[in-house]
C-alpha cells in the first residue's frame, strides 16, 4: 500500500450539504497520498448517501457505533485510532479548505521534522454580515499575534491564558505527536481543540504559516457560537488546561506563562 501523506478526519452531525462541500475542498488538492475519514455523529446516519455520492475511493464512511453526546473530542478521537496517514488534519463538517492548504502545512512539516504541529490563517466567511464583520476583524487580530510569537512557550503561554488565535480547521499534527499526546481531552465539550494543539505545541514546538489555511463559516448553529449557553464549559475548559499544565510542568512556569500574557503580550498588540 502506498504510503498516505494526509489523513483528513471530518467528524459530522446533520450537514448533509455542507460535508460533501468540505469533502470536495479535500479533494481538490494535488500532488499528496490522501484519504478522509467522514464520521457521522448522528443516531441514523443522516451522511451516508450524501458521502456515498462522492464517489471517491479515498473518501471512507463510517457511523459512529454510539453518538458522542456532542462531545466532538470522542468522535476526532475514533478517526484519528483509524487514520493510516504521516500527519492528520481535522477539519469541521461546514468549512473549507484552501486548494493548496494540506501541501503547505504538510511541507511545513516535512521541513521541519521536529516539529509537532503547523498552523496558518483564517480566513471567515458567510451570510451574516454583522457576525462576518466581527469573526474578521478577529482573526486578523489574531494573525497579528501569531506572526508575533517566538517559540512554542509564547505560543502555549498565549492559549491557556487568551482567546484562542486559532481554529481546528487551520491545523495539522504529525501523527506521531498526536498520538504520544493522548489526542483529545474528551472531558472537555468546548475548545477541546485549541486544548489539543497547546499540548502538542508545548511538547513538540509548532511552525505558523502566515497565509490562509481554511475558510471558516460563520452565521451557522454550533457549539462555539452558542455563547451564553456556553459560557461554563468554556471556563471549564480553560480551569482543566491551567489545572493539567500546571500539574505536569509546575507551579512556576505557568504563572511566568501567565506574567507574560499580561504584560508582554499586551505591550506588543
Known amino acids: 500500500m502506498a504510503e498516505i501523506d494526509v489523513s483528513v478526519i471530518i467528524p459530522t452531525f446533520h450537514r448533509e450539504r455542507l460535508v460533501v462541500e468540505a469533502i470536495g475542498s479535500v479533494l ?5 497520498s490522501l484519504e478522509i475519514l467522514v464520521l457521522d455523529d448522528s443516531a441514523e446516519g443522516s451522511a451516508e448517501k450524501a458521502v456515498a455520492s462522492v464517489n471517491d475511493a479515498r473518501v471512507r464512511y463510517m457511523k459512529c457505533a454510539q453518538p458522542s453526546g456532542g462531545r466532538p473530542a470522542l468522535v476526532r478521537n475514533q478517526g484519528a485510532a483509524l487514520a493510516r ?11 473549507v479548505l484552501e486548494h493548496d492548504a494540506l501541501n503547505v502545512l504538510s511541507t511545513c512539516l516535512d521541513r521541519f521534522p521536529r516539529t509537532g504541529m503547523a498552523f496558518g490563517a483564517i480566513i471567515p466567511f ?16 489574531a494573525a497579528r499575534i501569531a506572526r508575533g510569537l517566538r517559540g512554542r512557550m509564547e505560543l502555549a503561554a498565549t492559549l491557556l491564558f487568551q482567546s484562542t488565535i486559532l481554529v481546528n480547521s487551520a491545523c495539522m499534527a504529525r501523527r506521531q505527536c498526536f498520538l504520544n499526546s493522548g489526542g ?8 477541546e481543540d485549541v486544548n489539543l494543539w497547546m499540548r502538542i505545541a508545548r511538547a513538540d514546538d509548532f511552525v505558523y504559516v502566515d497565509r490562509p489555511i481554511v475558510h471558516y463559516r460563520v452565521g451557522l448553529p454550533s457549539l462555539m457560537r452558542n455563547a451564553v449557553e456556553n459560557d461554563e464549559r468554556l471556563a471549564f475548559a480553560y480551569r482543566r488546561s491551567q489545572f493539567n499544565y500546571r500539574q505536569r510542568y509546575g507551579l512556576l512556569e505557568t504563572s511566568l506563562l501567565k506574567l507574560w500574557v499580561r504584560t508582554l503580550l499586551r505591550r506588543k498588540l
Open 85 to 95: 496517514g504521516r500527519y492528520l488534519h481535522f477539519l469541521d463538517d461546514d468549512d
Open 126 to 141: 458567510g451570510g451574516d454580515l454583522v457576525a462576518l464583520r466581527h469573526e474578521q476583524a478577529y482573526f486578523r487580530q
Open 28 to 32: 481538490a488538492h494535488q500532488d499528496l
Open 184 to 191: 483529545y481531552d474528551a472531558e472537555i465539550q468546548l475548545n
